[in-house]
């Protein structure tokens, strides 16, 4: 199949119509979208990510009212958090009703809503009567995409139709809140900042963990670059490493002189959390691309989106440093993850 790239709405919309894939570009990521209420285009999303079945996928609409389509209730405060974060990067879990499928929710009586903001996907989802099911359009477990190079990178080929809304804004994915026993509860860390989002809903507890209700996204390995990436402290890592070609995943600062021959992203020389937020992924694919042995990388602030970030950072890395040349006792002293 070849995948063409453009900017035509009314191209994607037919593609959609007829039951096929269509890359969409989101304010968080590029999303890999298929009509929500027909089974086999669902099917198809799965299959081209390479995704099990047991990871539920988020149904995108353009409104509050079309939400309520596909919902048994909308509690008030759910529609206050909408209201106030949407359209934009905040997905709430709620009962769906009929309308959707066990396959969309892997079989959880929760829907995940979310109304995305990137003007060409809401034309897009504007004159469509169904919503749309859309998981990032990466690879199952592989970093997700913020521009349509990206998508074509890894799914050319697969898919006819990648939409190219240009690089996405926020860079992150949305973050997931949603109901347990009465109270809010943290999903996914996100584009929206926790502490925003609890002005609204109070505290945000870590919902209870059963392996059916854990997020993927939860999963402990996920976004990763193909190469090894340690996550802790700079210099103990490059040492442990000497000889070795690194790449440098900073924050605000370029490596200590030592290093400075060796490649370095950083994030944000303003340390401003949004810009890293927004060159996090592209970073990680860059790295990935380049000439390395390994990728080490540093937290930052866990602070507002710092808090997204670092979660990204954890499940894009390995707990344990590849190929130590020291043996496994003096890897076990690297100090790894702060
Ligand atoms: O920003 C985003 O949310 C992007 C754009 C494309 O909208 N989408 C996205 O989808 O990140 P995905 O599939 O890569 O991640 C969605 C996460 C998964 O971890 C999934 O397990 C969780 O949402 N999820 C979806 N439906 C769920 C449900 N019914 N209950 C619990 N978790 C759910
Ligand atoms: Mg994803």
């Not at 584009?191 to 209870?208: C, H, N, V, Y």
Request: hydrophobic share 40%; glycine share 6%.
């Amino acid at each position: 199949m070849t995948t063409e790239i453009g900017t035509d709405v009314e191209k994607a919309i037919a593609h959609l119509r007829a039951g096929n894939l269509v890359a969409i570009p989101t304010e968080t990521v590029y999303g890999l979208a298929a009509n929500a209420l027909d089974e086999q285009a669902v099917a198809n999303i799965f299959k081209a990510k390479n995704r099990p079945f047991f990871d539920p996928l988020i149904v995108h609409v353009a409104s509050i009212s079309a939400a309520k389509k596909y919902v048994k209730q909308m509690p008030e405060e759910a529609e206050l958090l909408f209201n106030t974060f949407s359209p934009g990067p905040l997905t709430v879990l709620l009962p769906k009703n009929e309308t959707i499928s066990d396959l969309v929710t892997a079989a959880s009586p929760l829907v995940a809503i979310r109304i995305p903001s990137h003007p060409l996907t809401l034309q897009v989802l504007n004159q469509l009567n169904f919503p749309l099911a859309a998981p990032s359009a990466n690879p199952f477990g592989y970093v997700s995409p913020t521009t349509a190079s990206h998508v074509f990178d890894n799914l050319g080929g697969k898919i006819p139709y990648i939409l190219d809304g240009g690089a996405c804004e926020v860079g992150l994915e949305s973050t997931i809140v949603g109901l347990e026993n009465g109270k809010w509860k943290l999903y996914r860390q996100g584009g929206i900042p926790q502490e925003d989002i609890e002005q609204i809903t109070g505290s945000l507890g870590a919902p209870e963990k059963s392996p059916q209700k854990e997020a993927p996204g939860m999963l402990d390995s996920h976004y990763s670059p193909k190469k090894p990436l340690l996550l802790g402290d700079l210099t103990a890592l490059a040492h442990f490493y000497q000889g070795k070609r690194i790449g440098f995943l900073t924050f605000n600062e370029p490596p200590p002189s030592e290093f400075q021959e060796q490649v370095c992203i950083i994030l944000s020389p303003d340390s401003n959390l949004q810009e890293a937020a927004n060159k996090l992924f592209a970073s990680l694919r860059l790295l990935d691309l380049s000439d390395l042995d390994v990728i080490v990388a540093e937290l930052v602030p866990d602070e507002g989106l710092g808090r997204a970030i670092n979660d990204r950072l954890k499940r894009a890395s390995v707990k344990r440093p590849p190929f130590d040349p020291a043996g496994e006792e003096e890897a076990a002293k690297i100090p790894i993850r702060n």
